[in-house]
């Protein structure tokens, strides 16, 4: 095994949790779990941290918000709540009305499925960037999430990374470019290659840990 290879094998296994995997979300090319990796890239897209929107998706989940047809039927109020419990404050408010226009737009314009959205049928990840922020709190950085965790089920989306997955990269001294990151794993690891480079770009002491491990490895 090369260095490199061993270097992303080291940050796969030390933080290569994707966010829908820690939200709980089974995430599969079909509407439920899609809706749900959109309803976890606006819980995210607020300046929160990841812990507390990932225990806010996991609330809204178990209270019915699985489908944008749960969601709408979900009152108000039983959002507020829900963030709430998972103790998303200063945004629950906003945040729960966000999620039921949200919710709204995913069944008026794509009739609940976005892989209706025109950028998926054009397999166009510059489009589908364009799209997601459509949907109102998602803006460019949600684009990235969304789009980093979608690779998982999207292979037309692989492999995709943003400038923090390529932070991340450079940080251990893997190349500074997707393809190449790509070609040191498998395609289905991609993903959580991409969610384990943003964990290194952001946490000093993960870096050193994922560089120690690989030279020791």
């Known amino acids: 095994m090369t260095s490199q290879r061993r270097l992303a094998r080291a940050v796969l296994d030390e933080a290569g949790r994707t966010l829908a995997q ?12 899609l809706w749900q990796l959109l309803m976890l890239t606006n819980l995210l897209s607020a300046r929160i941290s990841a812990r507390i929107a990932v225990a806010a998706e996991r609330e809204l989940t178990a209270a019915g918000g699985t489908t944008p047809s749960g969601m709408c039927d979900l009152t108000w109020q039983q959002r507020v709540d829900a963030l709430g419990r998972a103790h998303y404050v200063r945004y629950d408010e906003s945040t729960a009305t966000r999620l ?3 919710a709204r737009m995913v069944l008026d314009d794509y ?3 976005l892989r209706r959205l025109p950028s998926v ?3 166009d990840a510059r489009g589908l960037r364009r799209d997601v922020q459509r949907f109102p709190g998602i803006g460019p950085t949600g684009a990235d ?8 089920v999207w292979d037309w989306l692989r492999p995709y990374a943003d400038r923090l997955v390529i932070k991340g990269a450079e940080r251990v001294g893997l190349p500074a470019d997707a393809g190449k990151l790509a070609d040191l794993v498998e395609p289905a690891e991609t993903a959580s290659l991409a969610a384990g480079l943003v964990r ?11 560089g120690s491990l690989a030279t020791t490895g």
Do not use: M, N, S
């Open 145 to 152: 999430i969304f789009c980093r965790e979608a690779q998982a």
């Open 121 to 123: 049928g054009r397999h």
């Open 200 to 210: 290194v770009a952001r946490d000093d002491e993960l870096a050193k840990r994922v």
């Open 100 to 102: 039921g226009e949200c």
């Open 22 to 33: 820690e939200a709980g979300v089974r995430l599969a090319d079909r509407p439920a779990p």
């Open 111 to 113: 009739r609940g499925d």
